[in-house]
C-alpha cells in the first residue's frame, strides 16, 4: 500500500509529459517490466509534445509498428484491465478514454500465477484514475490552454445551463457562432463535451 501511495504522489508532482515519461520509465525498471508504456491513437485530438509515453520493449514497438490495428480493434472498456492476445500476449493494457484515445500498455517479465496476475490487474485499475488526471493535466498546461472574451462568454453562459439558442440571444450573435466558439473551447482543453469543458474551466480558473 504505501509503494501505491508513493506512485500516487509521484504522478501528482508530474509537470510535464518529458517528465511523466522519466518516471515510466523508472516505474517499469522498479517494477521489472519490459514495458510500461503509453501508446496513443494517430487519430487522438490531443498533440502531445511525446506521442509515446514511458518504456516499451523492442517487441512492443515491432507489435505496435506492424499490428496497430490488431490493438485498437479491440473492443475495451477503461473500467478493467485488458490481457491482450497475439501478437500482444505478453501485455497487459488499460483504455484510457477522453481526451485521448490511447492505451497503457504493461509487460510484466515475471509473472506466473494467476494470483501474481491478479494482483497486477488490480494495482493498475487502482492507477488508472490518476494516470488519466496527470495525463489531463499536463496536456492542459503543455498546450497553454487559454480562452478568448468571446468563447469566455460562450462558456460562462453554458456554465450557466444555458443552451446555444439562449446563448446567441443574450450575445447577440447567431447560434452557429455559438456553436463554432465552443468547439474550440473543446478543441483547445481537450473536452469531452460541454459539462467537461465547463469542470476544466473552473479547475484552471478561466470561467468563475
Known sequence: MKYLQSILKHLQQQACIEGLHTYL??????LNYASCYIHFNYSSRINLLKKDIGNASDQLKYNLQHNNDKLYGVDMDNSFVFKF??????CYGVKINSPFVAYLLIEPN????????????????????????????????????????RERECVLWAAANKTSWEISRILNIS????????????????ANNRSHLIQLCKEYNLIH
Do not use: M
Open 25 to 30: 520509465c523508472t516505474l517499469a525498471q522498479d
Open 85 to 90: 492476445t497475439a501478437p500482444f500476449e505478453n
Open 110 to 149: 515475471n509473472i506466473t500465477t494467476e494470483y501474481q496476475k491478479d494482483a497486477q490487474l488490480l494495482f493498475w485499475q487502482l492507477l488508472l484514475p490518476a494516470i488519466e488526471n496527470c495525463l489531463i493535466r499536463i496536456t492542459i498546461n503543455s498546450r497553454d490552454f487559454q480562452l478568448t472574451k
Open 175 to 190: 447560434e452557429r457562432t455559438v456553436h463554432f466558439h465552443i468547439q474550440n473551447c473543446l478543441q483547445k482543453s481537450g
